[in-house]
Each structure stands twice: as C-alpha cells, then as structure tokens.
C-alpha cells in the first residue's frame, strides 16, 4: 500500500526496450516499476518505495528527505571553461544584463 503522505518525486514513461511503462523515483533512482499502463506503473512504483522505505526504518537507516520539501537558497556555483565564461560575459554585455540574469534565463526556458 502506498505512503499516506508520499511526497516523493514520481515520473511514468515508455520503456521501448521493456515494451512497457515505467514508473521511476527521483529520491529512489536506483528503483523502478514496469507495468502494462501508465496507471499501474505509478501505483507499482509508490509501493515499492513504501516498502523500501519500512524496510530503512527497521534498520534504522536514515530515509531521504522528498525533494518537494527541501529549501533551496537559489544559488549554486557552476564552474566552465574559461572560454564559456568569456562568451556569456560578451552575450549578457551585449544584452545588456548580468551574467547571472543571462544564465538564470536560458536555465528557464
């Protein structure tokens, strides 16, 4: 039976090598879930982390936190080439805006 307060980070999709679809966990990604329907891959991919996740707790193994739940600052570093740097320091002058604005954009979209 799924969590009652799942908050975890589900995702359903194709797999043409299974002929099947697949339902996948971002805070479980070493797990998966093929089923003939959308449907049933989603409630077999929210049952087996349920199940994952009682199996932690009885070995007393931390749980990870759902990413829904997180506080993210907005900041992160990103370290590239000097050439990159060079190239988007030209294109936000040119634009006219910072860096940091350029980048946040084309991130974005």
Known sequence: MPLKNDHYTYR????????EYV???AE???LSWLAETPESALEGIRELVADVIKDMQDNGEEVPQAIAGKKYSGKFVVRVPPEVHRNLAIQAA???VSINRLVSSRLSQ
């Open 94 to 96: 040119e634009a006219g």
């Open 12 to 19: 359903v999709t194709w797999s043409a090598e299974d002929d």
């Open 23 to 25: 339902g996948l966990c």
């Open 28 to 30: 479980f990604s070493s």
